[in-house]
């Protein structure tokens, strides 16, 4: 596979990730906490970089599908206290964080599957396909 289609396809996941991402976290946040659409928005897309990044691009190929969901899970936790804390007044409690983990966790768990089985995924061993 070309180096175009490589980034083209790393685009594509990450963009079907946004979108998932978008539909289910940001309503669980809404009806959880007193999030704006906006700030839960911006929140979740935030998140959802970084972890394609550290987990989806890094981790998962170091290990496998349930080490990165525990670790996604785990960055939740942290992410969203540290948003709350510092960034907007949410009142998330640690039972929404658990409730948004899980669903999160779910989630990742089922993309991390398609992301594994993508013949046009870069390889654990190789950062070259």
Do not use: C
């Not at 946040?29 to 839960?40: H, P, S, V």
């Not at 897309?45 to 394609?52: C, G, M, V």
């Not at 768990?109 to 995924?121: A, E, N, T, V």
């Amino acid at each position: 596979m070309k180096e175009g289609e490589t980034m083209l396809a790393m685009l594509g996941k990450l963009l079907l990730k946004l979108l998932i991402n978008g539909i289910i976290i940001v309503p669980i946040l809404m009806y959880l906490t007193d999030a704006t659409f906006m700030g839960a928005l911006s929140a979740t897309y935030t998140f959802s970089l970084l972890t394609y990044v550290v987990v989806d691009q890094l981790f998962l190929r170091l290990t496998n599908n349930m080490a990165a969901v525990l670790a996604d899970m785990l960055l939740t936790y942290a992410y969203f206290w540290l948003v709350e804390r510092h960034f907007y007044d949410w009142s998330l409690t640690f039972t929404d964080m658990t409730i948004v983990a899980v669903f999160y966790g779910v989630m990742e768990f089922f993309l991390h599957i398609y992301f594994q089985k993508d013949k046009g995924r870069i390889g654990r061993t190789s950062f070259h396909d």
